[in-house]
């Protein structure tokens, strides 16, 4: 089994930072993918950045380019989504979610999601 917890999030003004953490837990598995997705009230639920580990891919949405960077300590299986030059349209609750690989199998998991709120 692997859990994921998220932390980091919270009020910030326009222009400001966060960073948000997720740390995944368990044992006898490897992180294959990770990525962050965010729900605003009302909409659907969007697809932020991601990693692709095999090819090394890194994927964010447009309307994310240049202001969010997505990382991972492979030390302690926490990943991360730096947020720069926040606007009040990035204000969700932002998920992280992994594929990860099992000896024989593979898996996906969602965390719990965190508030992240852009407001003066």
């Known amino acids: 089994q692997v859990h994921l917890v998220e932390s980091g999030g919270g009020l910030v003004q326009p222009g400001g930072s966060l960073r948000l953490s997720c740390v995944v837990s368990g044992s006898g598995f490897s992180l294959d993918f990770w990525g962050w997705a965010r729900q605003a009230p009302g909409k659907q639920r969007e697809l932020v950045a991601s990693f692709t580990a095999g090819p090394g891919a890194v994927y964010y949405a447009d309307f994310v380019k240049g202001r969010f960077t997505i990382s991972r300590d492979n030390a302690d299986n926490t990943v991360y989504l730096q947020m720069n030059a926040l606007e009040p349209e990035d204000t969700a609750i932002y998920f992280c979610?992994?594929?990860?690989?099992?000896?024989?199998?593979?898996?996906?998991?969602w965390g719990q999601g965190i508030q992240v709120t852009v407001s003066s």
């Open positions: 979610y992994v594929h990860v690989r099992f000896q024989e199998s593979r898996d996906s998991y």
